[in-house]
């Protein structure tokens, strides 16, 4: 089992930047994919962009590529998204997720961004 908590959501303006936290415990000893997902009320849950666990790979959604990077800390196991010239759309809770087919999830935390 692994333990998945985000921290780093907030509300900021248009433009703002925000970090997202993900810290990993448990079976952290397991190399496995990270990734963010998020959900906007009333919509599905999105893909936002996934890393593997030496860091040497990552994707992106389109909608989030040269705004958002994704990164980890293997000695903290903990990842991140770097979230820059944010956008109202970008509003949702961001979930984080771990394992080769997201087998492990956190609880969310609530980014908001206002116009």
């Known amino acids: 089992q692994v333990q998945l908590v985000e921290s780093g959501g907030g509300s900021v303006q248009a433009g703002g930047s925000l970090r997202l936290s993900c810290a990993a415990s448990g079976r952290t000893g397991t190399s496995y994919t990270m990734g963010w997902f998020r959900q906007a009320a009333g919509q599905e849950r999105e893909f936002v962009a996934a890393?593997?666990?030496?860091?040497?790979?990552?994707n992106y959604a389109d909608s989030v590529k040269g705004r958002f990077t994704i990164s980890r800390d293997g000695a903290k196991n903990t990842a991140y998204l770097q979230m820059n010239s944010l956008k109202p759309e970008d509003t949702a809770v961001y979930f984080c997720?771990?394992?080769?087919?997201?087998?492990?999830w956190g609880q969310g935390t609530q980014v908001t961004v206002s116009s």
């Open positions: 890393i593997n666990w030496s860091g040497s790979w990552t």
């Open positions: 997720s771990a394992g080769s087919t997201w087998d492990y």
